[in-house]
């Protein structure tokens, strides 16, 4: 897919395909993908873009689940790492975070008084501060963990985003592959309980089991911490390069 570049690929088009694939294996059980017409249809759905609107609808959605499970969670985990108002697992490591965060993005952190005084500025400045240094870790080679745990956070976002379409979509393909094999062997008087059907009805009901059991906001939430602290991480490293270069100018 050339007009979708990697991340894309992995965190938006391949849970959308996941969402439709069923519809690929009822075309097969009811044997329409043999029909020329549906052929053509399926070659031109390909050609003429449809992994990109594919990929935007996952994101849309991904977006969609990503607020509301911030506003679950208290906020992006990077916010809440960095704030002072809040008890930390390590305030070693949050203060480290906060000084990389606050000398590569050129944005004052407040402090906790401040903080406390005015919880929402507190909030912005840090979402501001973690977005500068967002935009200059945007070299996958240089940050190549960072891209991977960006990457891994975004499939487990949009998939679960997208978590009522895949059901839906695999779920009506059993009712629609069991439909179909009943109307043979009653309205047709044909065989309609074959190999191919059933295996048919098999994978979509496995489609839909994966659905309701995968997708689900504790994945969601392993892997935007591990993204969090990628990207705090590199702040860290930005900062110690900076460092790096103000003591050798002819580096």
């Known amino acids: ?43 031109a759905v390909v050609l003429i873009g449809t992994p990109v609107v594919v990929a935007d609808i996952v994101r849309q959605q991904g977006r969609k689940a990503e607020k ?7 906020g992006p985990p990077t916010t809440a790492w960095l704030r002072l108002r809040e008890p930390s697992d390590n305030e070693v490591q949050r203060d480290l975070w906060r000084m990389a965060v606050a000398e590569v993005s050129h ?8 903080e406390r005084a005015n919880p929402l500025r507190a ?20 940050f190549k963990l960072l891209f991977n745990e960006n990457r891994n956070y975004g499939f487990a976002r949009n998939l679960y985003g997208v978590r009522w379409i895949g059901r839906g979509i695999s779920l009506g393909g059993v009712l629609v592959a069991g439909a ?24 979509c009901f496995a ?14 939430r392993e ?20 460092a790096a270069t103000v003591s050798d100018p002819n580096a």
């Open 180 to 203: 179909y094999m009943a109307w043979l062997s009653l309205g047709r008087h044909q065989d309609g309980i074959t190999a191919e059907n059933l295996f048919g009805v098999a994978v």
């Open 107 to 114: 944005v004052e952190l407040l402090s906790l008084r401040a």
């Open 223 to 242: 892997a935007a911490n591990k993204y969090a602290q990628q990207l705090l991480q590199s702040a860290v490293t930005l900062k110690g390069d900076a």
């Open 123 to 142: 909030d912005q400045a840090i979402a501001t501060a973690v977005g500068q240094v967002r935009d200059r870790t945007r070299d996958n080679e240089k």
């Open 207 to 220: 489609f839909f089991i994966y659905w309701c059991l995968w997708p689900s906001p504790g994945r969601v």
């Open 1 to 43: 897919m050339v007009w979708l570049d990697e991340y894309e690929r992995r965190a938006r088009l391949v849970p959308g395909l996941l969402a439709i694939f069923p519809v690929a294996i009822l075309l097969s059980v009811l044997s329409l993908r043999q029909l020329p017409t549906v052929s053509y249809a399926m070659g």
């Open 68 to 74: 509301t499970l911030w506003a679950s969670w208290g």
